[in-house]
C-alpha cells in the first residue's frame, strides 16, 4: 500500500476497522442488536472514510466558529463534520445519488434505533445494510485502490437468514416500533423509483440453490452484476425476478393496493362465509359489519381515535392515513388478519365484552 499522511492513514484505519466490527457484531448470531450496532459502527466507518478523502485532499472537515475565520473547538479538540455534513460536502448537488439516499436514510434512521433494540426489523433493513457495506467498500476502492478494500475479509458479508419475527404481531406488542416502521416507510416511498431500485441504494439478490457444480474448485455463491450481462441473459433474470417481485408503484394509482372500510367489512364478511348472528330482538345480522371493524381497529390498536392528534400513527402493515381525504385506508393484511381472527368465536366474543371498547 502507497504511504499515506498520518491523518489520513489513521482515519482510513478506522473507517476499516469499524466496517469489519460492524459485520462482526451482525453475523453474532446471539446479538439481538445486529441492525442497531451495525448501523451506528458503518456511520462511524462512512465518516472516518470520508474525513480521511478531505485530509488526502488537503480539506479540514472542521466546523468554523461564527465569526467563520476560525475552527470551533469542543474541550480543545477541533469539531470534526458529522457524517450529513460530509456527505454534502462529497456529493455535492447529486441530489439523486442512490448512495447518498441510503447514507441519508441510516443517519435519520440512527437517530431513532441507537437508544432502542429492535430486532423485528433486521430482516426489513437488510438490503439497504447491505447496500451500506458494499457501497462503502466500493467507495474506499475508488478513492483509495483495491489494496485497501475490505471486501476478502467479509466472506458472503452479511449472514442471510430467515426472520423470527412477525412485524405484524410485534408492532402490537411493541408500540415503539410504530414510529420507527412509519419512518422507513415514508422515507422509502419519498424517494424516486430510480433510486429506490437501484442496488446501491438497497441491495436486492435472488439466491437460487442449483446442483452442485462438476469442478470442484467452483465457488458456492458467486455474484454477477446485472449491468454486465447481455440484453438475453438480462430478459431471463427479469423472468426469474417475476416470480417473486414486490408490487411497489407497478400501477400510477393513488392508494393501489388499499381499502376502505366498506370494503373490508364486505371482504371479511365474505370471509367468514356470510355467517349471521342473532340480535338480542331475534333478527340477524352480519357476523362482521361495520361495529365489529370499529371494535377491531380499537382492539388491535391499527389505527388512532378520530380527531387524535396524530392521525398518521398507524400500524402500517394494516393501514395508512390518507391526509388529503382525511380518512383511512386498510391494507389486503389487515383483511386477511381478521378473518383468521373472527374464525375464532372467543376473539370474536370478546370484541363485545365490557368495558365497551365504543
Keep these: 500500500m502507497p504511504r499515506l499522511p498520518l491523518l489520513v ?6 473507517a476499516r ?10 453475523n453474532k448470531p446471539a446479538v439481538q442488536f445486529k441492525s442497531g450496532g451495525f448501523i451506528i459502527l458503518m456511520i462511524i466507518a462512512w465518516t472516518s472514510l470520508l474525513h480521511a478523502v478531505f485530509f488526502r485532499d488537503k480539506i479540514k472537515p472542521y466546523y468554523l466558529k461564527k465569526s467563520g475565520k476560525r475552527f470551533d473547538r469542543i474541550d480543545g479538540d477541533y469539531k470534526h463534520w458529522e457524517l450529513e455534513t460530509c456527505i454534502k460536502h462529497y456529493f455535492k448537488t447529486d441530489s439523486e445519488n442512490p448512495i447518498k439516499q441510503n447514507l441519508e436514510f ?10 432502542r433494540s429492535l430486532p423485528e426489523i433486521d430482516s426489513d433493513l437488510f438490503g439497504e445494510c447491505q447496500a451500506l457495506l458494499l457501497n462503502f467498500d466500493e467507495i474506499l476502492g475508488s478513492e483509495f ?13 452479511l449472514q442471510l437468514f430467515p426472520s423470527t419475527h412477525n412485524l405484524s404481531a410485534a408492532m402490537i406488542s411493541n408500540p415503539t416500533l410504530k414510529p420507527v416502521m412509519n419512518f ?10 430510480s433510486v429506490f431500485e437501484s442496488g446501491k441504494y438497497s441491495f436486492k439478490a435472488f439466491l437460487i440453490q442449483v446442483a452442485n457444480h462438476p469442478s470442484a474448485n467452483a465457488l458456492p455463491i458467486q455474484f454477477i452484476q446485472y449491468d454486465k450481462l447481455s440484453p438475453e441473459e438480462k430478459e431471463k433474470v427479469k423472468k426469474v425476478a417475476a416470480l417473486t417481485k414486490f408490487k ?3 400501477v400510477p394509482v393513488v392508494n393501489h393496493g388499499f381499502f376502505k372500510a366498506k370494503k373490508i367489512v364486505k371482504s371479511v364478511q365474505e370471509g367468514l362465509g356470510n355467517l349471521k348472528v342473532e340480535r338480542s330482538n331475534g333478527q340477524k ?27 398518521e400513527i398507524t400500524d402500517i402493515n394494516f393501514c395508512i392515513y390518507d391526509s388529503e381525504h382525511n380518512d383511512y385506508l386498510y391494507t389486503q393484511n389487515w383483511i386477511d388478519f381478521l378473518i383468521e381472527k373472527m374464525k375464532n368465536e372467543a376473539e370474536y366474543k370478546s370484541l363485545y365484552l365490557k368495558p365497551n371498547l365504543l
Excluded at 147 to 156: A, K
Aim: aromatic share 12%; glycine share 2%; proline share 4%.
Design 184 to 193: 422507513i416507510e415514508n422515507y422509502r416511498s419519498a424517494i424516486s423509483p
Design 145 to 157: 485502490g483495491e489494496d485497501y478494500c475490505i471486501r476478502e475479509l467479509l466472506s458472503f458479508s
Design 248 to 250: 411497489y408503484k407497478e
Design 9 to 14: 492513514s489513521t482515519n482510513l484505519q478506522k
Design 17 to 26: 476497522d469499524s466496517a469489519i466490527l460492524a459485520v462482526e457484531i451482525y
Design 106 to 115: 441510516f443517519i435519520k434512521l440512527r437517530n431513532k434505533i441507537e437508544h
Design 285 to 311: 345480522k352480519d357476523k362482521f359489519n361495520s361495529d365489529t371493524h370499529t371494535r377491531c381497529w380499537k382492539k388491535y390498536k391499527v389505527r388512532p381515535l378520530a380527531n387524535d392528534q396524530n392521525p
